[in-house]
């Protein structure tokens, strides 16, 4: 018996951002696309609390819930919360209706952050009382950038995801691969000025690197993912690695499009999409592969067997 992924919810609340949007900054509908593989994206309101949206992910997994109170443990996984005391994983668990027995705590590991935020989960899970754990992806990274920077401005964007880990007799044991290297701090982080400072080049390097490196690693040990999802953060960067484990024959989800760069909530939000559109069955095994500022990357396998994902 081990722990995977149960179910899966998803919110994408706010406005529709097109790229006609960045023409009063210079910026085409072509050259973004080409550029990154994006066409929309979806921004929040500004005002809108995250905790809030947390909560409209959670809610449906917890409905479906034969017993809320047994969840265990709640997981908030974001990088772009501003509120630092008192965290809003606290809130997220009163919102969702959750037991006030839970253990919930927020975690940041920027566009790492949900790969570090299951591999805790699932260790969570696997412990000793083994209960249910709920892991919720939400970002609102457009309140990071600066919308007048042509490097940033059109890449980022807001949305939330939620999984639930539970122990099934079904299920093999995950398997992860994680690391950080601290001084690439500088290739990505938020400047004082306000806004994302990106070195484009040595990023797309890093991610390409690091995110083939941690799928390799995952068909290398354990059982083989069925579908690796990485994290979503331009189009050319997962060509490239769709390029480079493309000898690993699995399907390599790309759902960057109509998303953006979600950040931490990329690849939770990437697999419910695959998974409402049909594209792959409702049970399997999970590759999820993310590299992020800090610099911080990581992989997880992990078996997954979901109900219906029901679209926001």
Known sequence: MSAGIVDIATAKPGRTIDNDHFTSIGLTD???????????????????????????????????????????ALIVVSTSVRQRAPGIAQKVAQLAGLGPSVLAFDMNAACCGFVYGLIAGLSLCDAEQGKPVLVCSVEAMSRLVDRTDRQTAYLFADGCAAVLLENRAEFEGFRHVAGCDGSHEALMQETEAGGIRLEGMQVYYHAVRRMSESAQYLFDHGRAPTVLVGHQANGRILEQVRGSTSHLGVPFVNRIEN????????????????????????????????????SAWGGVSVDYRVPAVTAP
């Open 30 to 72: 072509e050259w973004i696309r080409r550029r990154s593989g994006i066409a929309a994206r979806s921004w929040l309101p500004d005002r809108t609390p995250l905790a809030d949206v947390a909560a409209e992910a959670c809610a449906p997994i917890v409905t479906r819930m034969d017993d809320p109170a047994s969840i265990g």
């Open 259 to 294: 998303s953006g760069n979600t950040s931490s909530a990329s690849i939770p939000l990437a697999f419910a999409e695959e998974l409402d559109a049909g594209s792959l069955p409702p049970a399997g095994r999970l590759g999820a592969v993310a590299y992020g500022a800090g």
